[in-house]
């Protein structure tokens, strides 16, 4: 057999982080000793807010769905005996991307690295938190001046890191189509580029230097060609946005640079040993066409539907990579796709309809306009909309969800206990704990006169960076940090999309919606109170708003008066609306794992605020024995992944109202 020349394999990652920076530590270095080649860093809530563990609104999140990172410290432990200029890291950051960044070249800097030679990426796209994940902070102009002077800063001293990974994965995950991710996230490379462009920190000589530092994070789902298509869709509209644009001659430095983390809000709690080949599919489509592969890959785990994945789980995702790159024969052969007229022609469509939708946002003043205008965020929340809708009637299959929905019992979840792994509930008082410790034990005159420059700075002109490494070198926390930003730039909520999204589901005599909607209004008849109203509230840091905003829209259809406020919201702010706006429901979604602690809060509240018969639903990745306990609290119904049909959970929620209010069960049917 002729020899043929192999391909080196992507970056295979893990995204992971826990507990704490000691846990976290011990797993990256297991996963390292398991073949991984790079790391992927997942950061608590509450770091990724710019919340220190002992806030408020950090209560229940610290290290749940990532490792909490509060100053120089956490950072020292998190890597301990990993060296830095050896390794590639990805770090899943945005809003305090730029104080994350400088606490890893500190670290670095101590281990004696040469930071020229530090290689990885931070995300640092915060047009997606807007639009989709929810872990903003600061308004569009000062976020774009962050990231500005992140990508000028590590040009010019770490010049082999990627100071930002445009981010369309998330998008996807809120609803996007492909037009949809391909053009969002194009308009959000071309206002970075432009805003660095002209901040006059980058000599002309330099564009092409920074144009190959951008990268791109992407969402594979499960529609293997159209997946794979978007791929080669994106590189050649990169490749054309930065020869026309910016006069970029170089191809390579035009190059489509991207990782890729596989769909993980496509996997499914029924059935989920399916989870499996959808993860196989889904990693093919970012892999088998050498023109346009990913870089880096990450894969989730086959349980994240059910909760968080042990480190067992996570290396059976590893070793799916690995047998595809070192088993097969992929990376023996040029593209295999090249010169298919089907896979040209799904290309130039997608192309043709991006260009367009590119237009149409510039026309509106680009993609910080487009954020701040709400057009973004109401067409993702009208195309979820519509595929939920997709699904619910049939016309989108999910095997084990809405067909081929009898099964085996399943060997692998026949104890969901051991099925996910949990986090200790007195965890978070330990890392407040060590919090304190810290704060005790600084120069207290250095840490207040690096934040005092770091707001000078900020309602200045110069670039933060300097500022920020003195903050980290003198012991400034991650909540510090923010804070002092809050105080010059302030905060922002973005828009919800709620109210603009047109209707998805029709009501036509005879259908699901309409007997809901029957249910709706003679229940409000019965009530005198004009319109049945719901209060759809997400409590704590959890940003993943979709779900949430889904229920909203299906209810505000179904004739429910809906209030909904947005993210990030204390049990008191919640319980306050209830009471001013006179719900007769609250619904309550989560998907940190934070429930345990905030859902019982808004009960206990409620009752001491004399409303204790306003039921109260919650909505998440909650784990059965999770959920029997909500039920004992009080929670009135408990819906999880599993519970794709939207129309049906209002009519649950209808349910629980009449219940609360003592009526008669409708028979009408829902």
């Known amino acids: 057999m002729t020899e043929r020349h192999k391909d080196r394999p992507w970056l295979m990652r893990t995204y992971a982080g826990h507990s704490t920076a000691e846990a976290s530590n011990e797993l990256y270095r297991r996963n390292l000793a398991k073949g991984q080649t790079g790391l992927s860093v997942a950061f608590d809530l509450p770091t990724q807010t710019g919340y220190d563990p002992d806030h408020i609104l950090a209560r229940g999140e610290v290290g749940r769905v990532g490792v909490p990172v509060s100053h120089l410290g956490d950072m020292r432990r998190l890597f301990q005996d990993i060296p830095l200029e050896q390794m590639n890291t990805s770090m899943t950051i945005n809003a305090t991307a730029m104080w994350l960044l400088a606490m890893y070249q500190v670290v670095a800097e101590e281990q004696g690295a040469d930071i020229t030679r530090l290689q990885g990426t931070t995300q640092n796209d915060i047009v997606k938190e807007y639009l989709s994940r929810g872990t903003h902070v600061f308004p569009p102009g000062p976020s774009l001046r962050l990231t500005t002077d992140m990508i000028t800063y590590t040009v010019n001293h770490i010049p082999k890191w990627n100071p930002i990974n445009i981010c369309s994965y998330h998008l996807q995950e809120a609803g996007a189509t492909p037009v949809q991710e391909i053009s969002y996230a194009m308009s959000t490379a071309i206002a970075v580029l432009d805003a660095v462009f002209a901040s006059g920190q980058v000599p002309e000589d330099r564009k092409g230097d920074v144009v190959a530092r951008i990268s791109f994070f992407v969402n594979a789902g499960v529609r293997f060609i159209e997946e794979m298509c978007k791929m080669r869709a994106f590189g050649r509209i990169w490749d054309q946005v930065t020869r026309e644009r910016y006069g970029i001659e170089d191809a390579k430095q035009r190059r489509f640079r991207y990782g890729v983390q596989v769909n993980s809000l496509g996997l499914t709690e029924a059935q989920p040993e399916n989870n499996v080949q959808r993860i196989v599919l889904e990693m093919l489509a970012v892999t088998l066409s050498k023109d346009a592969r990913a870089r880096a890959v990450q894969l989730p785990a086959w349980n994240e539907a059910l909760g968080l994945p042990r480190p067992w789980d996570q290396q059976w995702s590893l070793r799916i990579q690995q047998v595809l790159a070192h088993e097969s024969d992929l990376l023996e052969y040029e593209d295999i796709f090249a010169g298919s007229h089907v896979i040209e022609a799904k290309v130039d469509s997608l192309v043709e309809e991006c260009l367009a939708e590119i237009e149409r946002i510039q026309e509106m003043g680009g993609a910080m306009a487009a954020v701040e205008s709400g057009y973004l965020k109401s067409q993702l929340v009208s195309s979820h909309a519509e595929r939920r809708a997709r699904i619910e009637g049939g016309e989108e299959k999910i095997v084990g969800v809405n067909v081929y929905e009898s099964t085996e019992p399943s060997p692998l979840t026949s104890d969901l206990d051991t099925a996910i792994m949990t986090v200790d509930p007195a965890n978070e008082a330990r890392v407040v704990a060590a919090l304190h410790e810290w704060r005790d034990n600084r120069d207290e005159t250095r840490a207040s006169e690096a934040l005092a420059a770091l707001k000078k700075a900020a309602a200045g002109s110069e670039n933060l960076m300097a500022a920020t490494l003195e903050c980290v070198r003198a012991g400034v926390t991650t909540g510090e940090w923010s804070w002092a930003l809050r105080d010059v730039f302030g ?174 069960p409708l028979e009408v049917p829902a």
């Open 491 to 664: 905060e922002f909520r973005a828009p919800t999309g709620v109210s603009s999204a047109p209707v998805a589901v029709t009501a036509e005599a005879g259908t699901p919606l309409a007997l809901v909607r029957e249910k709706v209004t003679r229940t409000a008849d019965e009530l005198g109170s004009g319109r049945l109203r719901l209060l759809v509230g997400k409590p704590g840091l959890d940003g993943h708003s979709n779900g949430a905003e889904q229920i909203a829209v299906r209810a505000r259809d179904a004739g429910f008066e809906v209030v909904y406020q947005g993210i990030r919201l204390t049990p008191e702010q919640i319980v306050n609306a209830a009471l001013a706006e006179d719900v007769h429901c609250v619904g309550l979604s989560i998907l940190s794992g934070s429930h345990a602690e905030l859902v019982p809060d808004v009960l206990t509240r409620l009752r001491e605020a004399g409303a204790p018969d306003i039921p109260v639903i919650v909505g998440g990745i909650i784990p059965p024995a999770d959920a029997e306990e909500l039920c004992r609290a009080g929670v009135a119904a408990v819906f999880t992944p599993k519970d794709f049909g939207i129309t049906e959970i209002i009519g649950r929620i209808v349910d629980e109202i009449r219940k609360a209010n003592k009526l008669d």
